[in-house]
């Protein structure tokens, strides 16, 4: 009986090997991948983790250097931020909130240059059209209004496609074609929740260029008068 086992088991230890034999270095490098790829995953959160933290605390810094108007401490920490961590969220906030202090320092062409960078290198969309308005503004306050106009996004999202129309309508009236910004504010208004206070604004400016959203046009009244008698 014992012989018997024994000869099950051998066989069994034979088969073992053979399977080893030829399956043993595919098994192996499999498992070193997925153990590799595994261990790859786990040090890249600890990496994105720790460079989040990092940036965190720079933000922090360069909040804190905004909240007191020193403007060469803030641009100096936003350096340092788009150096080291210029593909974080928190690099695009740093040089929305830094270029807003700039420009009201006085410092144009710094303000000028963070927001071209948030609006060519922030990761989220988003971001993106924030610096774009205000890039938008910062040209329109120089009179640089067809640069002002090329910098808008075509395609905003969707929450921010009020704003766009807004701006642009800023713009063209600048430009001396009411006209032109008349349908600009229309859009603006249209596209805005009609419980949001800066749709008065927008109201305003209709209102100022004779177009009321409210308000019947002249022909229009003229020609109800006219049918009713």
Same mark, same amino acid.
Request: hydrophobic share 45%.
């Given at each position: 009986?014992?012989?018997?086992?024994?000869? +099950?088991?051998q $066989?069994?230890?034979?088969? =073992?090997?053979?399977?080893?034999?030829?399956?043993?270095? !595919?098994i192996?490098?499999?498992?070193?991948?997925?153990?590799?790829?595994?261990?790859?995953?786990?040090?890249?959160?600890?990496? %994105?983790?720790?460079?989040? /933290?990092?940036?965190?605390?720079? @933000?922090?810094?360069?909040?804190?250097?905004?909240?007191?108007?020193?403007?060469?401490?803030?641009? %100096?920490? =936003?350096?340092?931020?788009?150096?080291? @961590?210029?593909?974080?969220?928190?690099?695009?906030?740093?040089? !929305?909130?830094?270029?807003?202090? %700039?420009? +009201?320092?006085?410092?144009?062409?710094?303000?000028?240059?963070?927001?071209?960078?948030v609006? #060519?290198?922030?990761?989220?969309? +988003?971001?993106?059209? &924030?610096?774009? =308005?205000?890039?938008? #503004?910062?040209? !329109?306050? +120089?009179?640089? @209004?067809? $640069?002002? !106009?090329?910098?808008? *996004?075509?395609?905003?999202?969707?929450?921010?496609?009020?704003?766009?129309?807004?701006?642009?309508?800023?713009? =063209?009236?600048?430009?001396?074609? *009411?006209?032109?910004?008349?349908?600009?504010?229309?859009? #603006? @208004?249209?596209a805005?929740? #009609?419980?949001?206070?800066?749709?008065?604004? &927008?109201?305003?400016?209709?209102?100022?260029?004779?177009?009321? *959203?409210? /308000?019947? *046009?002249?022909?229009?009244?003229?020609?109800?008068?006219?049918?009713?008698?």
């Open positions: 009986m014992a012989t018997h086992l024994d000869l +099950e088991e $066989e069994q230890l034979d088969s =073992l090997k053979h399977f080893w034999r030829q399956y043993g270095n !595919l192996t490098w499999v498992l070193i991948l997925a153990l590799g790829g595994f261990a790859a995953f786990t040090g890249w959160q600890t990496y %994105q983790r720790d460079r989040g /933290a990092k940036a965190g605390a720079l @933000y922090d810094e360069l909040e804190k250097a905004v909240r007191g108007g020193d403007a060469d401490k803030a641009t %100096q920490v =936003l350096a340092d931020m788009k150096e080291r @961590y210029g593909s974080t969220t928190f690099a695009d906030q740093a040089g !929305l909130l830094a270029a807003k202090l %700039q420009f +009201e320092k006085g410092r144009i062409d710094a303000a000028r240059a963070n927001l071209e960078w609006a #060519a290198n922030a990761g989220e969309k +988003e971001y993106r059209v &924030v610096a774009q =308005l205000r890039l938008a #503004a910062v040209l !329109l306050d +120089e009179k640089k @209004y067809d $640069e002002a !106009l090329k910098v808008l *996004p075509a395609d905003p999202p969707k929450p921010f496609a009020a704003l766009v129309a807004d701006r642009r309508g800023d713009i =063209l009236l600048a430009q001396g074609k *009411p006209d032109d910004a008349r349908i600009a504010y229309r859009t #603006a @208004y249209d805005m929740d #009609a419980t949001l206070d800066y749709r008065r604004l &927008v109201d305003a400016k209709l209102t100022a260029l004779g177009a009321a *959203p409210g /308000a019947v *046009p002249a022909a229009a009244a003229a020609g109800a008068s006219g049918a009713s008698k």
